[in-house]
């Protein structure tokens, strides 16, 4: 076997084979089933700080990070212990409970721009809420969604979706109807003139744009300066809303998440907000936030419907609130500069052994992409699917036999925590060469 090709784990095969006789294709999330890499997914019996351990008892750095929610590392004790603390008082009521209101006005204090929170269990759910009160709202039935943006596995949003979407290259999803289909606007990311386009031709009939506020489905594909606010400006003048789905950058790329980099700034804010992953510290909490005026339209107060059996989980609000509370200026500080040495690392890494490349950079997120093009910098997901991404997974699994987890795809985002510590880094860095080699063999 040379250094390139997918190491043995036998305890890790043995469980796959048995997860496939069981569920489809193994696992419970496609991406999990490293499709587009090959090889067997490592199955994970536990984790700790930046570590995660596997089935035959390897330890690898972990730049998943259970895909955005651990920005405080695995298994952090104070979460670990507001957990248990709040499973030992009961797991779930199905009735109002305080620490759900302390959840959200934490939220609220974070992202001042936000006066209500309604607590979901998945980012899926809150984009989905979000699209239905803005319907609901403006009375009009089209959404606008940009390729490669991904936003939960929601029927009208799965057209030309990022995530696993884009991983196993599939135009959108079978089972969604044509008429579901037809009320979706796709359009190219950061394309002003597409939007000011749509406006144009259908302005009256779109209920809201909806937009991930820094794109991290596609790999990482941030916005052009002025975008956000131009999507905010024209929906505005169009009587529809702006949706900033902040599942995964909320809380992550700074205290406000993308909202507290940018729009506060700016003195903007979207009309609705989709918040997930960190705000549920790794336990199932994603939510919809905006100014009471529209959140008052859902159910009681309001006509839109919405509704959880698990929603606002006291244990899973206990995990959130726990994540939040430590989440302090250092934590935000300690993710910048990881995110910062690492993206370095593997830019200089690759360089040496002469792999074209970018590395796109929002916040502590950042992925790499292949090849002369999208060293120029990838602004949409044309641009995304064009690079060499035959690269990724020789260089993938060169990581994996270095003791590194690195998201199965390179669609995805790498994912730092503030518990990624020097000694962490450093196995990283060891680990680079051989990938980059890797990459430039491929
Ligand atoms: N929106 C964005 C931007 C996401 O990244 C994700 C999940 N990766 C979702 C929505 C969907 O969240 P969930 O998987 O919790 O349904």
Same mark, same amino acid.
């Given at each position: 076997a040379t250094a390139t090709a997918p190491a043995a784990a036998p305890r890790s095969a043995e469980l796959f084979a048995r997860a496939r006789a069981a569920l489809p294709g193994g696992?419970?999330?496609? #991406?999990? @089933?490293?499709?587009? #890499?090959?090889?067997t997914p490592r199955f994970l019996v536990s984790a700790h700080g930046p570590y995660v351990v596997d089935a035959d008892g390897r330890e690898y750095v972990d730049l998943v990070c259970s895909w955005g929610p651990a920005i405080l590392g695995h298994a952090h004790p104070a979460v670990v212990d507001a957990v248990q603390r709040a499973a030992a008082r009961g797991l779930s009521f199905g009735a109002p409970t305080p620490s759900e209101t302390e959840l959200a006005e934490e939220i609220l204090r974070r992202v001042p721009a936000a006066e209500r929170v309604r607590l979901v269990s998945t980012g899926t759910e809150a984009t989905m809420t979000a699209v239905r009160l803005a319907r609901g709202i403006t009375g009009r039935d089209l959404i606008v969604k940009f390729a490669g943006c991904y936003h939960g596995h929601v029927d009208g949003l799965l057209a030309q979706a990022g995530s696993g979407v884009a991983t196993l290259a599939l135009p959108g999803s079978a089972g969604v109807t044509a008429a579901t289909a037809a009320e979706t606007i796709v359009l190219p990311y950061n394309d002003l003139a597409a939007v000011e386009a749509a406006f144009a031709e259908r302005g009256d009939r779109i209920a809201a744009v909806i937009t991930?506020?820094?794109? @991290?489905?596609?790999?990482v594909v941030p916005p052009l300066p002025g975008f956000n606010a131009a999507l905010a400006r024209i929906a505005h003048a169009h009587g529809a809303l702006l949706i900033q789905?902040? #599942?995964?950058t909320g809380f992550r790329v700074s205290p406000a998440g993308w909202w507290g980099l940018e729009g506060r700034a700016e003195g903007w804010a979207p009309d609705l907000f989709a918040f997930g992953k960190v705000i549920g510290g790794g336990l199932p909490v994603a939510a919809i936030a905006g100014p009471a005026a529209l959140m008052d339209q859902l159910a009681p107060l309001g006509p839109v419907y919405q509704a959880g059996t698990?929603?606002?989980n006291p244990v899973a609000t206990a995990a959130g609130l726990a994540t939040l509370r430590a989440a302090d200026a250092g934590v935000y500080a300690r993710m910048d500069d990881v995110a910062a040495q690492l993206g370095d690392a593997v830019s200089a890494a690759l360089s040496a052994a002469g792999v074209a490349h970018g590395i796109q950079r929002a916040g502590s997120l950042f992925s790499v992409m292949f090849g002369a093009d999208a060293a120029a910098g990838v602004r949409d997901y044309a641009g995304a699917q064009a690079q060499e991404t035959y690269r990724y997974a020789p260089f993938f699994h060169a990581m994996l036999a270095g003791g590194v987890n690195l998201p199965?795809? #390179?669609?995805e985002a790498w994912f730092v925590s503030a518990a990624h510590d020097d000694a962490a880094l450093d196995r990283i860095v060891a680990a680079l060469p051989a990938a980059a080699r890797a990459a430039a063999a491929a």
């Open positions: 696992v419970n999330s496609p #991406v999990r @089933a490293y499709g587009s #890499v090959g090889g991930e506020a820094s794109p @991290a489905n596609m790999g789905d902040e #599942v995964l698990l929603s606002g199965p795809s #390179v669609f």
